[in-house]
């Protein structure tokens, strides 16, 4: 059953930003502890693109270093990425979940499609 509740997907010109949110349950937050951010594009697989653990200490992919922020305010089960300079390659199903990923905590998913 899914925890997670992924928003903030749209279209966008690549160079332009998008905020995804994810409101996640007490347990995900507290007693699992890290959370992460994956996107699936078309017809590959799904891949990690940042975490966070509970007291901030984060991590990126090597292709969203330096343009992809992930932020968590655990007060309000909340977890953030923040995508500036968007480019077409980022085109994709983007989830919250643990991590490691649980797999009976995936979400729907948000789609986030740049355009050139």
């Known amino acids: 059953q899914a925890q997670v509740a992924e928003s903030g997907g749209g279209l966008v010109q690549a160079g332009g930003s998008l905020r995804l949110s994810c409101v996640a349950s007490?347990?995900?937050?507290?007693?699992?502890?890290?959370m992460g951010w994956y996107r699936q594009a078309p017809g590959k697989q799904r891949e990690m693109v940042a975490t966070?653990?509970?007291?901030?200490?984060?991590r990126y992919r090597d292709s969203v270093k330096g343009r992809f922020t992930i932020s968590r305010d655990n007060a309000n089960k909340t977890v953030f990425l923040e995508m500036n300079n968007l480019k077409p390659e980022d085109t994709g199903i983007y989830y919250c979940?643990?991590?490691?990923?649980?797999?009976?905590?995936w979400g729907q998913g948000t789609q986030v499609t740049v355009s050139t």
């Open positions: 966070i653990s509970r007291n901030s200490i984060t």
């Open positions: 007490t347990y995900q937050m507290v007693k699992l502890d890290s």
């Open positions: 979940n643990n991590w490691p990923a649980i797999v009976h905590f």
